[in-house]
């Protein structure tokens, strides 16, 4: 139970399955109860000196003794003392070393800055619109897939990939911190993308963790060595999803992740609004099955290649509009492009959100 804003499956620790969020004193409340299993009205949350019972009502304060509190304790000189001195700094920041270039200087040795590849290669001229063409299924999801599922914030597990970066690189396992605090480098949160121990993807089967199966060969991988195989030998990946893909945290690795590894396309029952505005900022193609229509009811395994017969001219792309899936096992079925508006279809032209803002910043 905390008070935070946020309860993902295991945000607050690894092993923690679910979390219920609550107002501070209803925290403490269940803290002293030591259940949440419990009728606050009819049952003692504890038990006095006087071997009496305690009731939630009893401890519970007034309006006036929270002002007091308030009063007594949030003053005034806090907040002056903090902003008089804002823009001075610290001793220890003051005494940074700063260099004196107007373009930043990348530490290839850092393992939390590190160049970002969005733009290695990039033209003034548009890649265009592109389909997708017998990709791998790098995941087969369900219902209420959340950011965090997708780009964890917490702990860095031992054997993940990213603990093998790190290592690798010098770092002690106590010094791993938190893909949250590591989002400045990409290496580290490519290798954190669908990294949730409780990623549960049907292509595994039931077993829970942040593994899939490389379809050609069978072999089970942590999704971030499946999607590097698939990437190295040529092959875009898509996504399978069911309703409420990306919902929780608007996440923006939770997008730039998926891109890094090769996603080309998820295609869910529904997504969450800004998710799905995300991914089209990094140039993944968002598709809704037909309602009514899932991968289960479409007979669909994960285990097919799939193809998304899309235009290749921008301009014969419109908002919503239906398009073709067809798989290398003689499957079809109709989804609905997901590009709501013509600007996201202009960033779709572009590779998605940040070549579209370059080019226009380098045309001005």
């Not at 945000?11 to 009728?39: C, E, F, K, M, Q």
């Not at 235009?311 to 509009?321: A, L, N, S, V």
Request: charge should be neutral; glycine fraction near 10%; hydrophobic fraction near 35%.
């Amino acid at each position: 139970v905390l008070s935070g804003n946020r309860n993902f499956e295991g945000r607050v620790h690894a092993l923690t399955r679910a979390n219920y969020l609550a107002s501070p004193p209803l925290v403490v409340a269940y803290a002293l109860a030591g259940t949440v299993d419990i009728d606050f009205d009819k049952e003692p949350i504890g038990t006095g000196k006087d071997g009496k019972s305690v009731y939630f009502k009893d401890i519970w304060p007034s309006t006036e003794e929270v002002a007091e509190a308030v009063e007594s304790s949030v003053l005034p000189n806090m907040f002056k003392s903090t902003y008089e001195a804002i823009t001075k700094g610290n001793p220890m920041w003051n005494q940074l070393s700063v260099p004196s270039s107007t373009m930043y200087s990348w530490d290839p040795k850092s393992t939390y800055i590190h160049e970002p590849p969005y733009f290695k290669n990039m033209t003034m001229e548009p890649p265009g619109a592109h389909g997708v063409k017998d990709a791998y299924c790098l995941l087969n999801f369900g219902d209420s897939i959340t950011t965090d599922h997708i780009s964890p914030a917490g702990s860095i597990h031992k054997d993940s990939p990213a603990a093998k970066f790190l290592l690798d690189r010098g770092v002690e396992r106590k010094d791993f911190n938190s893909y949250g605090s590591r989002r400045g480098n990409d290496e580290v949160m490519a290798r954190g993308t669908f990294a949730n121990i409780r990623l549960v993807n049907k292509l595994l089967n039931g077993e829970v963790g942040p593994k899939t199966i490389h379809v050609p060969t069978g072999e089970k991988l942590y999704v971030f060595d499946a999607a590097m195989r698939y990437k190295d030998a040529g092959h875009d990946t898509i996504v399978l999803a069911g309703a409420e893909y990306g919902s929780g945290s608007s996440r923006d690795w939770a997008a730039k992740g998926p891109m890094l590894l090769g996603v080309k396309a998820v295609i869910a029952k529904s997504f969450e609004r800004i998710h799905r505005s995300n991914l089209v900022g990094m140039g993944i193609i968002p598709l809704c099955f037909k309602s009514g229509e899932d991968a289960d009811t479409l007979g669909l395994t994960g285990h097919e290649r799939y193809t998304i017969d899309l235009p290749r001219k921008i301009d014969e792309i419109r908002p919503g509009q239906d398009v073709t899936v067809t798989t290398d096992n003689g499957k079809s079925f109709t989804c609905t492009v997901r590009f709501d508006t013509e600007v996201e279809l202009a960033y779709f032209n572009n590779g998605g959100i940040l070549p579209y803002v370059i080019r226009n910043l380098i045309r001005q």
